[in-house]
C-alpha cells in the first residue's frame, strides 16, 4: 500500500510539474507578445537603416574648410560626429576641432598645444601654466584702460605676472579695446581673400571685448588667442566657428565672418547681408555645397521611409537656410553687376558685368534646385517660415532675371504651404477660447500671421489663382473671414511685431 501511495505521488509531482511548465511557457509566450507588438507597431519609427546623417553633416562641416584649419564647435552634435569623421573616416585629419566647452579646462588647453592626426599644435601665446590649476578662469573688467591695444598686446598682459595687480586680487582684463593688424598681401596669399577683394580689406578688425559682459572665460580668451596668434601668423591656421555655435561666442567678430558652408571663416572683409545675417563667401561655399557635401541618406530615400528625429531635422533646416542665405547673396551679386553695367562699368570683379551677373543668377538657381532635390520635402518638410523664405528667393530670382521657372516653383511651393498650414488653422478654429489660450507661441504664429502672410505672396505672384486657393481652404473647413481679419491686420501699415490681438468670439 505504501508503495502505490509513493507512485501516486510521483504522479502527482509530476503533473503538477507539467502545469507548472505549461503556466510558465503561456507567461513566456504572453511576455514575448509584448515586445513582438511594440516592434510591429514602432519599427519604422526608431529604424535609422539608410540613415548616415551624423556621418555626413560631420563631413560637411569639415568639407566647409580650408586645408589646416581650425573649427570652433560646443555642443554634442557639432564635435563628436567631426571626430568620428577624423578618428573612423579618416577624413580631414589636418582639421583640428576645438570644442569651446572644453576650451575652459587647464587639460583641454593642454591638448590643443600638441599635435593631433595631421594637425600641427594650435598657434597660441599661452603656455602649459597659463591656464594651469585653474588660473584664469574667469577674467575682469574691473579698471579698464580704453586705450586701444593689438589683441596679442592685450593678452601678454593677461598671461603676464601682474594680472591681479587690483584691490580685489582677481585676474584682470587691462586692456579689453583691442584690434588685430591685418596684412592684405598675406590674408591674398593664404587664399582668405581674393585679390578682387584686396580694396575691402579692412586694415585691423576692432573688437571691443567690454561689450561681452563683465569679464570673460578662459574659454573665450583661449578662443581669441588662437584667432590672433592665426592672423599674425599669416592666417596659417584659418579659423572658423561651426554655424551651430550660438553668436554669443564669436567675440564680437560677426561682421567678419563668412559663411563657407557649415561654417563661419574669419576674415578680415567687414559686412552683413541685407537681412542682417553672416554674408556667404559665395564662390567657396558653391563649391562646397555643390561639389563637396554629403546628404545623410535623405536625398535617396523614399517618402516617409526614413525615420528623422528631431535633431537631425533641425540640422536640415539649418542646411536649408544656409542654402537660402546663399542663393540670395548670389542674387545679389548678379544685381550689383548688372547695376555696375548700366553705370558703363567695363569690369566687375574681374569680368564683364553682364557676363558675371549671368553666372551669379545661374548659380543662385542651381542652389535652390539641389537643395529641393537632396533635401526633399518628402522625407524633411519644411520647418515653420522655411518654405515662405525658399518661395521668396524662387520669387526673388524669377523677378531680377524673367526666369519663369523660378516663378513657377514659388508658386508651387506656397500653394504647397498655404494648404498644409490650412490644417493647422482648421484645428485652431476649432477650439474654444479656454484651448486657444493655451497655445504656443509657434501656434498662434502660424494662425495669426504665417498662414495670411504666405496667401499674401501667392497672390503677389499668382493673383488669377487666388480664387482658386481660397476655395481649396474653405472646403477643408477653413473660417476665410477669420483668416481675412488677420491678412488686413498684417498688412504693411500694422506695425511690425504687434502682436494681433484675437477676440473670443473670433476663435471658434
Same mark, same amino acid.
Given at each position: 500500500?505504501?508503495?502505490? %501511495?509513493?507512485?501516486?505521488?510521483?504522479?502527482?509531482?509530476?503533473?503538477?510539474?507539467?502545469?507548472?511548465?505549461?503556466?510558465?511557457?503561456?507567461?513566456?509566450?504572453?511576455?514575448?507578445?509584448?515586445?513582438?507588438?511594440?516592434?510591429?507597431?514602432?519599427? %519604422?519609427?526608431?529604424?535609422?537603416?539608410?540613415?548616415?546623417?551624423?556621418?555626413?553633416?560631420?563631413?560637411?562641416?569639415?568639407?566647409?574648410?580650408?586645408?589646416?584649419?581650425?573649427?570652433?564647435?560646443?555642443? %554634442?552634435?557639432?564635435?563628436?560626429?567631426?571626430?568620428?569623421?577624423?578618428?573612423?573616416?579618416?577624413?580631414?585629419?589636418?582639421?583640428?576641432?576645438?570644442?569651446?566647452?572644453?576650451?575652459?579646462?587647464?587639460?583641454?588647453?593642454?591638448?590643443?598645444?600638441?599635435? +593631433?592626426?595631421?594637425? $600641427?599644435?594650435?598657434?597660441?601665446?599661452?603656455?602649459?601654466?597659463?591656464?594651469?590649476?585653474?588660473?584664469?578662469?574667469?577674467?575682469?573688467?574691473?579698471?579698464?584702460?580704453?586705450?586701444?591695444?593689438?589683441?596679442?598686446?592685450?593678452?601678454?598682459?593677461?598671461?603676464?605676472?601682474?594680472?591681479?595687480?587690483?584691490?580685489?586680487?582677481?585676474?584682470?582684463?587691462?586692456?579689453?579695446?583691442?584690434?588685430?593688424?591685418?596684412?592684405?598681401?598675406?590674408?591674398?596669399? +593664404?587664399?582668405?581673400?581674393?585679390?578682387?577683394?584686396?580694396?575691402?580689406?579692412?586694415?585691423?578688425?576692432?573688437?571691443?571685448?567690454? @561689450?561681452?559682459?563683465?569679464?570673460?572665460?578662459?574659454?573665450?580668451?583661449?578662443?581669441?588667442?588662437?584667432?590672433?596668434?592665426?592672423?599674425?601668423?599669416?592666417?596659417?591656421?584659418?579659423?572658423?566657428?561651426? *554655424?551651430?555655435?550660438?553668436?554669443?561666442?564669436?567675440?564680437?567678430?560677426?561682421?567678419?565672418?563668412?559663411?563657407?558652408?557649415? +561654417?563661419?571663416?574669419?576674415?578680415?572683409?567687414?559686412?552683413?547681408? $541685407?537681412?542682417?545675417?553672416? *554674408?556667404?563667401?559665395?564662390?567657396?561655399?558653391?563649391?562646397?555645397?555643390?561639389?563637396?557635401?554629403?546628404?545623410?541618406?535623405?536625398?535617396?530615400?523614399?517618402?516617409?521611409?526614413?525615420?528623422?528625429?528631431?535633431?537631425?531635422?533641425?540640422?536640415?533646416?539649418?542646411? @536649408?537656410?544656409?542654402?537660402?542665405?546663399?542663393?540670395?547673396?548670389?542674387?545679389?551679386?548678379?544685381?550689383?553687376?548688372?547695376?555696375?553695367?548700366?553705370?558703363?562699368?567695363?569690369?566687375? *570683379?574681374?569680368?564683364?558685368?553682364?557676363?558675371?551677373?549671368?553666372?551669379?543668377?545661374?548659380?543662385?538657381?542651381?542652389?535652390?534646385?539641389?537643395?529641393?532635390?537632396?533635401?526633399?520635402?518628402?522625407? +524633411?518638410?519644411?520647418?515653420?517660415?522655411?518654405?515662405?523664405?525658399?518661395?521668396?528667393?524662387?520669387?526673388?530670382?524669377?523677378?531680377?532675371?524673367?526666369?519663369?521657372?523660378?516663378? @513657377?516653383?514659388?508658386?508651387?511651393?506656397?500653394?504647397?504651404?498655404?494648404?498644409?498650414?490650412?490644417?493647422?488653422?482648421?484645428?485652431?478654429?476649432?477650439?474654444?477660447?479656454?484651448?486657444? %489660450?493655451?497655445?504656443?507661441?509657434?501656434?498662434?504664429?502660424?494662425?495669426?500671421?504665417?498662414?495670411?502672410?504666405?496667401?499674401?505672396?501667392?497672390?503677389?505672384?499668382?493673383?488669377?489663382?487666388?480664387?482658386?486657393?481660397?476655395?481649396?481652404?474653405?472646403?477643408?473647413?477653413?473660417?476665410?473671414?477669420?483668416?481675412?481679419?488677420?491678412?488686413?491686420?498684417?498688412?504693411?501699415?500694422?506695425?511690425?511685431?504687434?502682436?494681433?490681438?484675437?477676440?473670443?468670439?473670433?476663435?471658434?
Amino acid at each position: 500500500m505504501a508503495k502505490k %501511495d509513493k507512485k501516486s505521488g510521483q504522479r502527482e509531482e509530476l503533473g503538477n510539474t507539467t502545469k507548472g511548465l505549461a503556466v510558465a511557457g503561456l507567461a513566456a509566450l504572453v511576455g514575448l507578445g509584448v515586445p513582438l507588438q511594440m516592434v510591429s507597431q514602432t519599427w %519604422d519609427d526608431h529604424d535609422r537603416s539608410g540613415r548616415y546623417a551624423a556621418r555626413d553633416f560631420g563631413m560637411n562641416y569639415l568639407a566647409s574648410l580650408e586645408p589646416n584649419a581650425v573649427i570652433f564647435t560646443n555642443g %554634442d552634435n557639432d564635435t563628436f560626429p567631426l571626430w568620428y569623421c577624423q578618428e573612423v573616416e579618416n577624413f580631414r585629419t589636418d582639421v583640428r576641432v576645438v570644442n569651446l566647452s572644453y576650451l575652459a579646462t587647464d587639460w583641454y588647453i593642454a591638448q590643443m598645444q600638441r599635435p +593631433a592626426y595631421e594637425s $600641427e599644435p594650435l598657434p597660441m601665446k599661452a603656455d602649459k601654466m597659463t591656464f594651469a590649476y585653474d588660473n584664469r578662469q574667469f577674467n575682469y573688467f574691473i579698471d579698464p584702460d580704453t586705450m586701444p591695444v593689438p589683441v596679442l598686446k592685450s593678452l601678454e598682459h593677461l598671461y603676464g605676472p601682474n594680472y591681479k595687480n587690483n584691490p580685489y586680487g582677481m585676474s584682470e582684463i587691462k586692456y579689453p579695446r583691442t584690434f588685430i593688424p591685418i596684412d592684405a598681401d598675406q590674408a591674398i596669399k +593664404a587664399g582668405v581673400v581674393t585679390e578682387n577683394q584686396r580694396d575691402m580689406v579692412e586694415e585691423y578688425i576692432g573688437l571691443s571685448l567690454d @561689450r561681452l559682459g563683465s569679464g570673460m572665460t578662459s574659454s573665450q580668451i583661449m578662443s581669441l588667442d588662437i584667432i590672433a596668434s592665426s592672423i599674425e601668423q599669416g592666417w596659417k591656421r584659418p579659423c572658423y566657428f561651426a *554655424m551651430t555655435v550660438p553668436t554669443s561666442y564669436y567675440l564680437g567678430l560677426s561682421p567678419y565672418l563668412r559663411n563657407t558652408g557649415m +561654417a563661419y571663416q574669419v576674415t578680415p572683409l567687414k559686412g552683413m547681408s $541685407e537681412s542682417g545675417d553672416i *554674408m556667404s563667401a559665395t564662390d567657396k561655399m558653391y563649391d562646397n555645397v555643390m561639389n563637396k557635401f554629403r546628404w545623410g541618406g535623405i536625398d535617396v530615400a523614399k517618402p516617409g521611409s526614413l525615420y528623422l528625429d528631431e535633431t537631425v531635422r533641425r540640422m536640415v533646416t539649418t542646411l @536649408r537656410s544656409a542654402m537660402t542665405t546663399l542663393a540670395m547673396d548670389l542674387t545679389y551679386e548678379g544685381m550689383a553687376a548688372k547695376e555696375a553695367g548700366k553705370n558703363g562699368q567695363a569690369s566687375f *570683379m574681374g569680368q564683364a558685368p553682364q557676363s558675371y551677373a549671368a553666372d551669379r543668377f545661374d548659380k543662385a538657381v542651381k542652389v535652390l534646385n539641389t537643395m529641393m532635390e537632396k533635401l526633399p520635402l518628402g522625407a +524633411a518638410p519644411f520647418a515653420v517660415q522655411m518654405g515662405q523664405q525658399v518661395a521668396d528667393t524662387y520669387a526673388f530670382i524669377g523677378q531680377q532675371t524673367g526666369n519663369k521657372e523660378a516663378t @513657377r516653383k514659388a508658386i508651387d511651393i506656397l500653394k504647397a504651404e498655404v494648404m498644409r498650414y490650412a490644417g493647422y488653422v482648421r484645428y485652431y478654429q476649432s477650439l474654444t477660447p479656454g484651448q486657444y %489660450d493655451r497655445l504656443t507661441m509657434v501656434d498662434r504664429f502660424i494662425d495669426q500671421r504665417y498662414l495670411p502672410m504666405l496667401i499674401q505672396d501667392y497672390a503677389s505672384l499668382d493673383e488669377g489663382g487666388l480664387e482658386t486657393l481660397m476655395n481649396q481652404i474653405q472646403q477643408q473647413g477653413v473660417n476665410l473671414d477669420r483668416v481675412y481679419s488677420f491678412m488686413k491686420a498684417s498688412k504693411p501699415e500694422a506695425q511690425a511685431g504687434d502682436e494681433v490681438t484675437v477676440e473670443p468670439d473670433s476663435q471658434q
